[in-house]
């Protein structure tokens, strides 16, 4: 089978699109933004359009003009559609993107890993998200040997 090869801002203009016009979109994770919770070219991700978004949620940003990222919100201040969002990658150490709420594409629904299916929206999951956010001191140390574990 040929592999094609299609850029970021092509594929996830359409994404947008098509969320913008109320469908669902499935697609696979690129990179390791989001260890220990998605896993870079193995996950896959369905996203929907949506109105409300909360903390904690993963999200489909357009952070700058065809900048894409899938990260969790840390915050949400001011009011819509201006409200700035911060929004942190769970693999990451301190980098943070910001961008207005207008410019949340879509919530993550389900993260399919290779035999099962995840509702991160679930409470239980909510929680174990929670207590990686209160590692990020450590994180480094933890993402460390996780990596090394799994030969990421």
């Known amino acids: 089978m040929e592999r094609v090869v299609i ?22 994770v690129k990179g390791n933004s989001m260890l220990p919770f ?17 903390v904690g949620d993963i999200v489909l940003a357009e952070v700058t003009e065809d900048h894409y ?6 915050s949400i201040g001011g009011n819509e559609p201006e409200a700035t969002v911060i929004l942190m990658g769970d693999g990451n ?3 943070i993107e910001k961008c ?6 879509g919530k993550v629904d389900y993260i399919f890993k ?10 239980k999951e909510r929680k174990k998200a929670q207590q990686w ?8 140390w933890i993402l460390a040997i996780y990596k090394r574990l799994y030969r990421i």
Do not use: M
């Open 7 to 28: 850029s970021n801002a092509v594929l996830l203009g359409e994404a947008k699109r098509l969320l913008k016009e109320g469908k669902k979109v499935t697609l696979k």
């Open 38 to 54: 998605l896993h870079g070219d193995k996950d896959s991700v369905e996203l929907t359009s949506t109105e409300n978004y909360e």
């Open 69 to 74: 990222v899938l990260h969790r919100i840390l």
């Open 93 to 95: 150490i301190k980098g």
């Open 100 to 105: 207005k709420q207008k410019d949340l594409i």
């Open 114 to 123: 290779k035999d099962r299916q995840i509702n991160p929206n679930t409470e």
């Open 133 to 140: 956010q209160r590692l990020r001191p450590i994180r480094r």
